[in-house]
Structures are given as structure tokens and as C-alpha cells.
């Protein structure tokens, strides 16, 4: 089972992600669950939605307190709440954000982190590209198909446009996949820096 979290504010499309991601993932023939957290869902407030994919029939209902993915849809909840709580070295992190990484003040995290777990993404930019809203859940969608590869791309889109119509859902579309190429970039980029410095490492050595 992969189980996904999703940290936002009311407004940005925390619980509708996580409803897509269920549905991708429904297009591909797998089981999947999506609900929100109990509490406050006022316009601003901090919300937490869920995500269950398994391949065979989901049974529990709980909160996810151990994610093997976390995205976070407002980068100003880094440092309110305890959101990394219950990662792993493992767990995929996705941040919306312009900023870098070395800039979030998240060194803990980072450390904890297996190379290639931790990416950003300006999803809000995107969003206000295509959209024109400031709501960045289906470009983080797009990201997350990419980081993951727990769900296609294409199973993304058609999520999409099975939620939003007209220009809304393809707006929403074009954010998503110019996230997914974004993330796909950014991990060969890791990768390409990894195997240099693995490189180097073997000529200091010879």
C-alpha cells in the first residue's frame, strides 16, 4: 500500500487533490482511498487530506500517520505545524514553493531524507499561469505522477477533466504536465549529480 498526505490551507484544494489522486489511480485499475481530516475547513485555516493505493482492497480508515509520500500545497505550514511528523528516510516530498531548498530552513528534513525524496515546485505559479487561480492541487498532482510513478501522467489529466470542465480542467491539465516534465527534470538532475559526485569520489580514491 502507498499512502500519501496532503498539508494545505482551506481554499487551495487540499481534500480535491487527494479525491484526483484517488481517481488516477481508479483509471489504472488499482484501489485507492481519499478523505479529508476532521476540523476547521475555513477559508485559509490548515487542512490535511489522505491518499491510499494498493493494488488489492483497502480496509483501514485512519488517518495516515506514516506516509510514504507528503505533499505540501503551502510552504508557510513548514515551520506551523509538525507536518514531516511519521516520514521515513524513504517518504516523497513535494513542496510548492519558488524558493530552493536550502532556503526552507528544513536541514533536519533534508538530512533525513534519502537522496532523490525532497523536490519543490512552483505550483502556485503554474496555476496562476493556466488557471488564473491561485490553487495549485493539480499541478502538484502533476509533480507527484513524475516523483512517485505511483500514477501516470495521462491517468492525471483524465482525473482532472473528470472534475473540472471547459477551460478550468485543461488549464488545470497544462499546470499539471509542465509540473510533471519540471519534477522530471529536477530528478535527472539528482541523478546526474549523484553519479558526478560518485565520480569524483572514485578519482580522489585512485
Same mark, same amino acid.
Given at each position: 500500500?502507498?499512502?500519501?498526505?496532503?498539508?494545505?490551507?482551506?481554499?487551495?484544494?487540499?481534500?480535491?487533490?487527494?479525491?484526483?489522486?484517488?481517481?488516477?489511480?481508479?483509471?489504472?485499475?488499482?484501489?485507492?482511498?481519499?478523505?479529508?481530516?476532521?476540523?476547521?475547513?475555513?477559508?485559509?485555516? *490548515?487542512?490535511?487530506?489522505?491518499?491510499?493505493?494498493?493494488?488489492?482492497?483497502?480496509?483501514?480508515?485512519? *488517518?495516515?500517520?506514516?506516509?510514504?509520500?507528503?505533499?505540501?500545497?503551502?510552504?508557510?505550514?513548514?515551520?506551523?505545524?509538525?507536518?514531516?511528523?511519521?516520514?521515513?528516510?524513504?517518504?516523497?516530498?513535494?513542496?510548492?514553493?519558488?524558493?530552493?531548498?536550502?532556503?526552507?530552513?528544513?536541514?533536519?528534513?533534508?538530512?533525513?531524507?534519502?537522496?532523490?525524496?525532497?523536490?519543490?515546485?512552483?505550483?502556485?505559479?503554474?496555476?496562476?499561469?493556466?488557471?488564473?487561480?491561485?490553487? *495549485?492541487?493539480?499541478?502538484?498532482?502533476?509533480?507527484?505522477?513524475?516523483?512517485?510513478?505511483?500514477?501516470?501522467?495521462?491517468?492525471?489529466?483524465?482525473?482532472?477533466?473528470?472534475?473540472?470542465?471547459?477551460?478550468?480542467?485543461?488549464?488545470?491539465?497544462?499546470?499539471?504536465?509542465?509540473?510533471?516534465?519540471?519534477?522530471?527534470?529536477?530528478?535527472?538532475?539528482?541523478?546526474?549529480?549523484?553519479?558526478?559526485?560518485?565520480?569524483?569520489?572514485?578519482?580522489?580514491?585512485?
Amino acid at each position: 500500500m502507498f499512502q500519501i498526505r496532503i498539508h494545505g490551507r482551506g481554499g487551495q484544494g487540499v481534500v480535491t487533490a487527494a479525491e484526483m489522486l484517488a481517481q488516477a489511480a481508479f483509471y489504472e485499475d488499482k484501489f485507492a482511498q481519499a478523505f479529508p481530516s476532521f476540523g476547521s475547513e475555513r477559508m485559509g485555516a *490548515p487542512v490535511v487530506a489522505f491518499c491510499r493505493i494498493d493494488d488489492k482492497e483497502i480496509r483501514l480508515r485512519e *488517518p495516515i500517520s506514516e506516509p510514504d509520500a507528503l505533499l505540501i500545497q503551502d510552504p508557510t505550514l513548514l515551520h506551523q505545524l509538525d507536518i514531516f511528523s511519521g516520514i521515513s528516510p524513504a517518504c516523497y516530498v513535494l513542496i510548492n514553493t519558488t524558493r530552493e531548498i536550502d532556503d526552507l530552513a528544513i536541514d533536519a528534513v533534508v538530512t533525513q531524507l534519502h537522496p532523490g525524496r525532497l523536490f519543490t515546485l512552483p505550483a502556485t505559479d503554474l496555476a496562476l499561469k493556466y488557471v488564473g487561480r491561485a490553487v *495549485p492541487n493539480a499541478a502538484l498532482l502533476g509533480g507527484f505522477a513524475a516523483m512517485a510513478a505511483m500514477v501516470s501522467i495521462e491517468s492525471v489529466e483524465r482525473a482532472i477533466r473528470s472534475k473540472f470542465s471547459g477551460t478550468v480542467a485543461e488549464g488545470n491539465v497544462m499546470a499539471a504536465r509542465e509540473s510533471y516534465h519540471h519534477i522530471q527534470a529536477e530528478m535527472g538532475s539528482t541523478v546526474l549529480g549523484a553519479v558526478t559526485s560518485a565520480a569524483n569520489q572514485g578519482d580522489s580514491h585512485a
